[in-house]
């Protein structure tokens, strides 16, 4: 059955997984992923329940970027939430400045990823070819580095079978943040709180979806899920 779906996924245009995100073991979100051309991931997060009513949320992102490195070529996120509503985009040029939104130029490096290249990349490179290498990194304008730690490879539940897959820590330090760009963007900026534990498990079995991710803050773990059959 897995290896159906594999195949009518690759030869749609449109490649899409879809995320329930609990908080103390309630639906606080619905995430989407979806990969609808080579070289360009998008993100839509909308809040869920309770979490709604409190706090509603409807949040987009999407990337460019280079197939072979990673790297990303441009970058946009439309931040709604409650009253706060802002538009962010980025895009390098040829000089290998990063200019968001027409005024803020920023030097980075060759090959720098953000949150979502990487994201395409964890799914995407053999282990071997991730673990323990720092690559450059950008978030809202700040500098830095990440890396995917391999800590084991461990089942988790899938389709009412449990499906092996690689269990990474995944480590952001931030170098620079002198041009932070502030945004309203409550999962972004509560990405690199000091002392969060971050970890992705990643099916071994083709096309390598994130089945599971977390993000621990003390005793507080937020975790998502994929959906079955999705």
């Not at 159906?4 to 979100?29: D, E, K, M, P, R």
């Not at 939104?101 to 071997?128: E, G, P, Y």
């Not at 730690?149 to 988790?156: A, E, G, I, K, P």
Request: aromatic share 14%; with cysteine.
């Amino acid at each position: 059955m897995r290896f159906i779906i594999f195949l009518l996924s690759a030869t749609s245009s449109i490649y899409s997984q879809h995320y329930n995100v609990y908080v103390l073991g309630l639906h606080a979100a619905d995430v989407v992923q979806e990969k609808k051309t080579a070289g360009l991931i998008e993100y839509t997060i909308q809040n869920r329940g309770i979490f709604d009513l409190i706090w509603p949320t409807s949040n987009f992102y999407t990337t460019n970027y280079d197939t072979l490195n990673f790297g990303f070529i441009d970058y946009e996120k439309k931040i709604n939430q409650g009253a706060d509503k802002n538009v962010i985009s980025g895009k390098l040029n040829q000089e290998g400045y990063l200019v968001y939104d027409k005024k803020l130029k920023l030097k980075v490096s060759d090959s720098t990823h953000n949150i979502l290249t990487l994201f395409a990349m964890v799914q995407n490179r053999d282990r071997n070819l991730l673990d323990g290498i720092w690559y450059n990194y950008e978030h809202d304008a700040m500098l830095g580095r990440a890396r995917f730690l391999f800590n084991d490879s461990v089942n988790v539940w899938y389709e009412g079978d449990s499906l092996l897959c690689n269990h990474y820590r995944f480590d952001i330090s931030i170098d620079d943040s002198s041009k932070r760009i502030k945004s309203p963007d409550y999962f972004m900026n509560n990405l690199l709180n000091d002392g969060i534990v971050r970890e992705l498990w990643i099916s071994k079995t083709p096309p390598n979806n994130i089945i599971k991710a977390s993000i621990k803050f003390g005793y507080i773990a937020l975790i998502a899920k994929i959906r079955d059959g999705k």
